[in-house]
């Protein structure tokens, strides 16, 4: 083998080394100046079970340098990464500039305490790594080093690489690859590994990986103006150490993209008096997660964002993340000003600080559901330190054991508008707001939003406001607060301090506690739920809620939170939902409260090939196909009795 490498690096041309099969012991190099590319692979019929290179403890296995523009490629063989050094590669190759290196269907062993690193790039143009088998102890990386042009790694396993460094931080990683071109890790497994560290010059790819019972996480970033895609991977009971979260950490000076993931059980590091991301932790100028599950994450906050950006449709359920020194122990801490959070869905989690999200910065949050979430501090749902907007959400069974039951806000400018706040509780006897706490230095509005079955251990089973000063302005229109409970003052509001102008116009509202400055057209009756202990709280037809709020309250919605127009009947009604008994079932397409057998179709194969439809929910439904069976199955005709959709379309005319 020697004589062969020692041959063809001054031939002046291609070269192909053909191994037998067989164990080659020693330190094998080639060192050229040419042009030419070198391949070594085993004979046809043989595969890299059948040759192995093993560097018998004093040395690299296989030393590849070519200072010419000569290409590398090395197929099928076994190296055993037994070289004396952690800090040496069983197989080193350092190409010219313009060096294409491509390793295939490679192993890289170990049989010695002292595991080399598997895979050293050294240098080179583009790096390809294909369907290789890394297997290491403690102590060496799998593949390391780094090249000028492009990398990838596909189709690979990872198993038990890297090592772990000072203060408990990682110190060698399963991938420490970099590249100033684009890095692309897809379709491999990594198992019981120290993690990845890997950065991109340019565009980084990093999709349909699997990431398993491994320490350190993973750490990948985008170089100057590179994106970074996150797609579709698995990181699945993995644990960080020192200052690594459990899962990944990905930055990007361009656009930052995770979507459909799934994060499980996975628990952060903890070091420096801060408990890291149990999940994810993300950096970058712009950022969008979406259609992701977290589930089962612990230590710090399961998902740790402080860039302008996204954050949508994703899913986040029993997580358990906890507070260390200065952690905010959250399941999704916000800390820029410029992040919307929007469509998610928080089911279970239990958190030292905020069970769903803790915004740090000015935050947004719209459209996302929070069933069953708790906090042993403030805030079971939604935490706000910075003021925001809290609109069209659904909070329901949350709880705190300080203040606000489902809400915590404090800020300058605090907005609550069409949310469904029921069921939740705040436990502590000195606290406040079963349903929601609220203390704003500047301005409070509080529009169209339904709070009932709330409790309170202290005061303000509905809604608890708390001002100090006197320059605070408070409007509170149009909302349903009752049917809540306090041990304390204030079964349904609580209001404390003295504030600038504090208005309560047009509620339904039946224990109050506390000084307004105007009260204008509040109503004291049952809302007439449809069926609350089931959780339905659309009006029936018979509420005193309906046509009974007012159009100049500040900040109407344009929309209820179905959806539905918000003044369809020209006088805005009470709560989160407008009374609305007269939209048709969306496959009912010519709209005459019947649904025929081809108009039921038409619907049903929508929904099965994921076709848009053009009214109602564009993406149709599981439960709207089944409704628009059962009443096209039983009398073709309907009607809509103001429920909440789909079993507010009945049957009969």
């Known amino acids: 083998l020697q004589n062969a490498l020692t041959s063809s690096a001054a031939d002046g041309a291609d070269d192909y080394i053909y191994l037998a099969a067989g164990y080659y012991t020693g330190n094998f190099n080639f060192n050229s100046a040419e042009n030419y590319s070198l391949t070594i692979q085993g004979e046809p019929g043989t595969t890299n079970t059948a040759i192995t290179m093993d560097g018998a403890g004093t040395g690299r296995d296989l030393n590849l340098a070519n200072t010419g523009l000569g290409n590398f490629m090395i197929r099928g063989i076994t190296f055993v990464r037994n070289c004396g050094s952690t800090s040496i590669g069983a197989l080193r190759i350092a190409g010219g500039t313009s060096s294409q290196l491509l390793i295939d269907t490679c192993r890289f062993l170990t049989n010695s305490s002292t595991c080399a690193i598997g895979l050293e790039i050294s240098s080179g143009q583009n790096l390809t790594v294909t369907n290789c088998v890394i297997v290491g102890t403690s102590g060496g990386q799998g593949i390391s080093g780094g090249v000028s042009g492009n990398v990838s790694v596909g189709n690979c396993q990872l198993i038990g690489n890297g090592s772990s460094g000072s203060f408990g931080s990682p110190g060698n990683y399963a991938i420490s690859l970099s590249g100033s071109g684009a ?17 991109a010059g340019g565009a980084f790819t990093f999709l349909n990986n699997y990431f398993s019972s491994s320490l350190f996480g993973s750490s990948i970033s985008s170089g100057s103006g590179g994106s970074l895609l996150v797609a579709n991977n698995v990181f699945k ?3 960080g150490s020192g200052s690594a979260p459990g899962g990944l950490a990905a930055s990007a000076s361009g656009i930052l993209v995770v ?15 801060h408990a890291y991301p149990g999940a994810l932790s993300l950096s970058g100028s712009s950022i969008l997660v979406t259609a992701n599950t977290f589930q089962g994450n612990g230590s710090g906050n399961t998902v740790e964002c402080s860039s302008v950006g996204v954050i949508s449709g ?13 952690g905010t122990g959250s399941t999704l801490y916000c800390g820029s000003s410029s992040t919307t959070v929007f469509g998610n869905t928080f089911l279970g989690n239990s958190a030292t600080i905020c069970g769903g999200i803790y915004f740090s910065a000015t935050g947004v949050a719209t459209n996302n559901t929070f069933v069953g979430n708790s906090s042993t501090s ?7 330190t910075s003021g925001g907007v809290i609109a069209g959400n659904v909070f329901r069974q949350n709880t705190a054991a300080q203040g606000g039951g489902a809400v915590y806000a404090t800020g300058s400018s605090v907005t ?12 502590g006897a000195s606290y406040q707001g079963g349903g929601v706490y609220a203390s704003p230095s500047s301005s409070l509005t509080v529009v169209n939003n339904t709070m009932s079955d709330n409790t309170s251990g202290g005061s303000g089973g509905g809604l608890a406001i708390v001002i100090s000063g006197t320059s605070q302005i408070l409007n509170v229109y149009n909302n349903i607060i009752w049917g809540n409970s306090a041990s304390g003052n204030g079964s349904d509001v609580y209001l404390a301090g003295t504030g600038s102008k504090k208005s309560f116009i047009n509620n339904d509202v039946d224990s109050m506690y506390g000084v307004w400055d105007i009260t204008a057209n509040l109503i004291d009756a049952a809302p007439a739920y449809f069926d609350p202990v089931n959780g339905d709280y659309h009006l029936r037809s018979t509420s005193a809620c309906i046509n009974a709020g007012t159009n100049g309250a500040p900040s109407i919605p344009p929309y209820d939170l179905d959806g539905n127009n918000r003044t369809n009947a020209a006088i805005v009604d009470l709560g989160c939902y407008e009374f609305n008994n007269t939209a048709f079932h969306p496959a009912d397409t010519n709209q005459n409260w019947q649904i025929t057998a081809a108009e ?11 076709q848009a439809w053009p009214t109602g929910p ?9 409704r628009a069976g059962y009443i096209q199955n039983v009398s073709t005709n309907y009607h809509n009795d103001g429920a909440g959709a789909p079993l507010g379309w009945k049957t009969g005319p």
């Open 259 to 273: 979507s459909n993931n799934i994060f499980a059980n996975n628990t952060g590091g903890v070091a420096n008096y």
């Open 618 to 626: 564009a993406q149709v439904p599981a439960d709207f196909v089944t």
């Open 237 to 239: 009971g993995n644990s």
């Open 314 to 326: 994703n899913t986040f359920i029993g997580n358990t993340p906890s507070q260390y020194g200065a």
């Open 600 to 610: 039921y179709a038409n619907y049903a194969a929508a929904w099965k090939n994921s």
């Open 378 to 384: 403030s805030g079971g749902a939604v935490y706000l």
């Open 416 to 427: 609550l508008v069409d949310n469904l706040i029921v069921k939740n509780s705040q436990t």
């Open 183 to 199: 890095v692309a890790i897809i379709a491999n497994t990594f198992n019981s590994t120290y993690g990845i560290s890997s950065s």
